[in-house]
């Protein structure tokens, strides 16, 4: 069973940066990808690459904010989140291997705690 690792979370500053980082222990075969969940409500989908064309998709909220970049090869992902806000706070998946629309990947990792202050 592949296992994936994220790296990078912590508290910024509304208007900050952080750079989220995921690495698979394996190969994945078609994507990888974020997404987040509050507390209390539905995890929702930030950003995903597949391999296969290199195409990048995103949630409706990113507006730009955010952009995704990967290497199949190493089977790693990084998400540069930029002009942070505080209704971001979150923790921050990974997971790999989803599709669109659904984007149902799996595995998954452990999470990674993002926390934007105001």
């Known amino acids: 069973q592949v296992q994936l690792v994220e790296f990078g979370g912590g508290l910024v500053q509304t208007g900050g940066s952080l750079r989220l980082s995921c690495t698979a222990s394996?190969?994945?075969?078609?994507?990888m990808g974020w997404f987040r969940r509050v507390p209390g409500k539905e995890r929702e989908f930030v950003a995903a690459?597949?391999?296969?064309?290199?195409?990048?998709y995103y949630g409706d909220f990113v507006k730009g904010r955010f952009t995704i970049s990967g290497d199949r090869v190493r089977n790693s992902v990084d998400l540069q989140m930029n002009n942070l806000k505080p209704e971001d706070t979150a923790v921050y998946y990974c997971?790999?291997?989803?599709?669109?629309?659904?984007?149902?990947?799996?595995?998954w990792g452990q999470g990674t705690q993002v926390t934007v202050s105001s």
């Open positions: 997971g790999a291997d989803g599709d669109w629309p659904n984007w149902d990947f799996n595995p």
């Open positions: 394996g190969r994945t075969r078609y994507s």
């Open positions: 690459i597949t391999w296969n064309g290199g195409n990048t």
